[in-house]
């Protein structure tokens, strides 16, 4: 089993829609949990992080449920802007930080 | 201020031949990551450099592939003898220490080994 699994999508929603994307993870001891966006051709950049009581930020919305090991994301309103792979990530707590998974994909249609 | 950068930013190689990659992290960042990103696929973990202590190199495909990191400084990753599978963008990323889980990724080497 992957360290962090998500669906790979593709997940494609007209503007204005709702979507979420969740992900799971095997380590019961991981400590922190994040979301990062990556553009097509980019490089990962970190979107928001996951806390333990749900967090949101403007369209955003993380939540995490330990007793399930997953995380999810919520985007409201989606924009063109927002077309974009979506990673997981995860400290496990290991030497090497953090565990990416390997991204859901998200087009939003005009 | 500065962010990660890498260098070059594409590469194209003949396959058999060695390759150098550099990568240039955020000053003061003690932590360096190397990841392999094949297209459409997620990020693979290679190596991690945490400032004076051994690397944890457990992500490394072969033997094929090395780096090595100056104190808290530049990086370099290696790979000898190109197969045509190392075909990737080659992806480092920065973090300030391992208090710090925010990782600062630079733009990336996209290697073509023909």
């Known amino acids: 089993r992957k360290e962090v699994e998500q669906d790979p999508g593709p997940f494609n929603v007209p503007e204005g829609a709702t979507v979420a994307f969740n992900c799971t993870y095997s380590n019961s001891a991981s400590q922190s949990f994040f979301w990062y966006r990556q553009d097509c051709r980019k490089e990962p950049k970190l979107l928001m992080s996951v806390y333990s009581s749900g967090n949101e930020d403007g369209r955003f919305t993380a939540q995490l449920n330990r007793a399930s090991q997953y995380i999810s994301l919520l985007i409201r309103d989606s924009k063109l802007s927002d077309s974009a792979t979506y990673l997981c990530?995860?400290?496990?707590?290991?030497?090497?930080?953090?565990?990416f998974g390997s991204g859901t994909q998200l087009t939003v249609l005009p | 201020g500065a962010g990660v950068s890498q260098s070059p930013s594409n590469k194209v190689t003949e396959k058999g031949k060695d390759v150098e990659l550099r990568c240039d992290p955020i000053s003061g960042h003690t932590a360096l990551y190397w990841y392999r990103q094949r297209l459409g696929q997620g990020l693979e973990f290679l190596i991690y450099f945490q400032g004076n202590s051994a690397p944890d190199k457990s992500g490394l495909p072969s033997d094929r592939f090395s780096a090595e990191r100056t104190g808290e400084s530049v990086s370099t990753l290696t790979i000898q003898r190109t197969q045509q599978e190392d075909s990737a963008v080659y992806l480092c990323?920065?973090?300030?220490?391992?208090?710090?889980?925010?990782?600062?990724f630079g733009p990336g080497t996209r290697l073509t080994v023909l």
């Open positions: 990530v995860v400290n496990t707590g290991s030497a090497r930080q953090l565990t």
């Open positions: 990323a920065s973090q300030r220490d391992p208090s710090y889980n925010e990782q600062f």
